[in-house]
T-cell receptor
C-alpha cells in the first residue's frame, strides 16, 4: 500500500459526460501528480500541483482540469468525454524532489 | 525535447535466465533516474533512485546501474514473480515534469 488513495476505482460513463477523479496523497506529501495511461501509450504526464499551486503541465487537454485543495487532496475533472479518453488515470504524490508514490488508479471507460 | 527510450519493449525469460533492460535518454539538466515496477492494472511501484554515474543499487534479484547517457536494470536468476513492466524516468534538475519511458514488459516462465 503506497498510502495514496484514488477514487473511484472504476468508472463507466458515456461520451459527452463529465467525471471527477479524486486523489488523497500520502500524509505529509505536498506534491500531487496526475498521469494518464492508455493501452497503446505509456504513462503520460498531465499536471503537477505543489501545496495548492500548479507546478508543471504536460499534454493535458483543455477539456481536462485539476486542482489541489487546502487539505492537499486533488481532483482531476474530465469533461466532454470522448471514447479516446478511456484509460487508467493515476495520481502520485511525493515529498519535495523525492520519488513518486502512485495510487492504484482510476479506470475510466467511456462508451 | 526530452527523450526516454527503453529497450527491449518485451522480454521473455526462462526462470533463472539472467538479462538486462536498458533505459537511454536525452534530457537537459539530468539529476538522476528512477526505476519503477508496474504490475498489470496496478500503479507503478518505486524501486530505485540513482543520482551519480557509476552508482549501483540492488534489491533482491534486481540491480540498477547508471551512466551519463543510460541506465541498466539487471535481473539475476529471475523468478516468475519478477514478471512485470519495468519503467524508468530521468529526474531533471529544473521543474518536476517527470517523463517515463515506454517500459519493458518482462515475462518470466517457470
Amino acid at each position: 500500500d503506497s498510502g495514496v488513495t484514488q477514487t473511484p476505482k472504476h468508472l463507466i460513463t458515456a461520451t459527452g459526460q463529465r467525471v471527477t477523479l479524486r486523489c488523497s496523497p500520502r500524509s505529509g506529501d505536498l506534491s500531487v501528480y496526475w498521469y494518464q495511461q492508455s493501452l497503446d501509450q505509456g504513462l503520460q504526464f498531465l499536471i503537477q500541483y505543489y501545496n495548492g499551486e500548479e507546478r508543471a503541465k504536460g499534454n493535458i487537454l483543455e477539456r481536462f482540469s485539476a486542482q489541489q485543495f487546502p487539505d492537499l487532496h486533488s481532483e482531476l475533472n474530465l469533461s466532454s468525454l470522448e471514447l479516446g479518453d478511456s484509460a487508467l488515470y493515476f495520481c502520485a504524490s511525493s515529498r519535495n524532489t523525492g520519488e513518486l508514490f502512485f495510487g492504484e488508479g482510476s479506470r475510466l471507460t467511456v462508451l | 525535447e526530452d527523450q526516454v527510450t527503453q529497450s527491449p519493449e518485451a522480454l521473455r525469460l526462462q526462470e533463472g535466465e539472467s538479462s538486462s533492460l536498458n533505459c537511454s535518454y536525452t534530457v537537459s539538466g539530468l539529476r538522476g533516474l528512477f526505476w519503477y515496477r508496474q504490475d498489470p492494472g496496478k500503479g507503478p511501484e518505486f524501486l530505485f533512485t540513482l543520482y551519480s554515474a557509476g552508482e549501483e543499487k540492488e534489491k533482491e534479484r534486481l540491480k540498477a546501474t547508471l551512466t551519463k547517457k543510460e541506465s541498466f536494470l539487471h535481473i539475476t536468476a529471475p523468478k516468475p514473480e519478477d514478471s512485470a513492466t519495468y519503467l524508468c524516468a530521468p529526474i531533471k534538475a529544473a521543474g518536476n515534469k517527470l517523463t517515463f519511458g515506454g517500459g519493458t514488459r518482462v515475462l518470466v516462465k517457470p
